[in-house]
């Protein structure tokens, strides 16, 4: 790119690497969190692993978030129903304007989950969940924004996307329905995608999506927790460690001028006594955030086992063969010990736990869907111990030869 031209909002990735269609590193300098991209052919031939059918049969699950949206065009309204639903619930609906939404479907289903693999280009405790929507035609959500990143790929079907990419879009929402909805939206982009195709909007764009025809889309987004999110367990987790005899003091007092006033100085003595509850330890301020990340918009987490494997009994039955499966729940991630631990010290997140290891082992734990015997024998000892932890936490389930059959 050369001046001060703009990097294309629409390219086709059969005329380079998918799924953007360019280097990620290109992507990510001129399009993440900047801009909008529109990728042709991001996933050439893409056939759904998933049928409405299966769609609508999840959202019927407990434990499953759902959410069902129609449209009255007529009126204008919308009407918002939340599941789990019932088998007889889909069966009455019209054949337009309506969309039946299922978040975490990742976690329910195996194929769904394998896409990720096609975005390591990104940090992987930055992607949330994958969202798969059936519109029937004409169904939508309405215009609206969202506050973090999402990849909008077509599975099945065709979409109607409009989107405002202006400079100072409108904001507004509206006040007369259920959802967040845009009060005004002046597209600036008219795109029907196909099967394969994926839209890339980063947070803050308005977009409105509309079925051409009975079609499936997967939303993968992003985890981006607000900041005072992030400030409320910031500071929650400080309360909870501090010492009680850190409080506020004022072994300087003077005779006050009007003893019923909150003077200056007293303010600085507020702000001295909350300062004594920073984290000036890296090491601590990264553990709290691992801890938070891997928690963070979490539906459902491992339960610990009440009766949980021997470590011996689980070596013993890698050894035979058995595999260690990640719980489709479980959050992992890790980063280096930054200070007294040793160039090669790590620590492993794990559902808000930590785990110190080595920084091999703790990268190989997080990016291991399995583990299987050699992967195992090649972990260092704490490496070892934190599988056996981990799988009595129940973010591991063991799976031997007669569970297959």
């Not at 619930?89 to 939404?101: A, E, K, M, Q, V």
């Not at 506020?248 to 300062?275: K, N, W």
């Given at each position: 790119m050369s001046g001060s031209a703009q990097p294309a909002l629409e390219i086709d990735a059969a005329r380079g690497p998918s799924p953007l269609g360019m280097p990620p590193a290109e992507f990510l300098r001129d399009y993440w969190q900047k801009r909008p991209l529109l990728v042709r052919n991001a996933f050439p031939g893409f056939v759904s692993p998933i049928e409405p059918e299966d769609l609508a049969g999840l959202a019927c699950e407990d434990g499953v978030l759902a959410r069902l949206i129609e449209h009255d065009r007529a009126s204008d309204g919308w009407k918002v129903r939340h599941g789990p639903f019932a088998e007889y619930?889909?069966?009455?609906?019209?054949?337009?304007?309506?969309?039946?939404?299922?978040?975490?479907?990742?976690?329910?289903?195996?194929?769904?989950?394998a896409l990720l693999a096609r975005f390591g280009f990104l940090p992987r405790w930055r992607i949330d969940d994958i969202m798969v929507s059936f519109a029937a035609t004409g169904g939508s959500v309405g215009a609206h924004v969202d506050q973090y990143d999402v990849f909008l790929l077509q599975a099945h079907g065709q979409r109607r996307w409009q989107i405002d990419a202006g400079t100072s879009p409108s904001l507004d929402f509206r006040n007369d329905v259920d959802i967040r909805l845009l009060r005004e939206f002046h597209p600036t982009h008219d795109w029907v995608l196909e099967p394969g195709d994926m839209l890339y909007l980063p947070p803050g764009v308005p977009h409105h999506g509309v079925a051409e025809s009975p079609c499936l889309t997967f939303s993968v987004g992003m985890r981006a927790p607000a900041a005072a999110e992030l400030l409320g367990d910031y500071a929650d987790t400080l309360a909870a460690d501090a010492p009680d005899e850190l409080r506020?003091?004022?072994?300087?007092?003077?005779?006050?001028?009007?003893?019923?006033?909150?003077?200056?100085?007293?303010?600085?003595?507020?702000?001295?006594?909350?300062?004594q509850l920073r984290m000036d330890d890296p090491d601590r301020f990264g553990d709290w955030f691992g801890s938070f990340i891997t928690t963070y918009r979490s539906a459902v987490l491992p339960v610990a086992d009440d009766h949980p494997l021997p470590r011996a009994a689980m070596e013993q039955a890698l050894t035979d063969g058995a595999l260690l499966w990640r719980h489709p729940w479980s959050r992992m991630a890790w980063r280096r010990a930054r200070q007294g631990s040793g160039a090669d010290a790590a620590r492993l997140y794990a559902g808000g736990i930590a785990y110190p290891l080595a920084t091999d082992d703790a990268g190989r734990l997080a990016a291991a869907d399995s583990i299987d015997a050699a992967l195992y024998a090649g972990l260092g000892e704490a490496g070892r111990a934190a599988v056996a932890a981990l799988l009595a936490a129940g973010h591991y389930r063991l799976e031997q030869e007669e569970d297959e059959a």
């Open positions: 619930d889909f069966p009455g609906l019209p054949d337009h304007d309506w969309t039946l939404l299922v978040q975490d479907v990742d976690k329910w289903d195996a194929d769904i989950r506020y003091a004022d072994p300087d007092l003077a005779l006050p001028g009007d003893a019923t006033e909150i003077d200056e100085v007293a303010i600085q003595r507020v702000e001295a006594a909350l300062r």
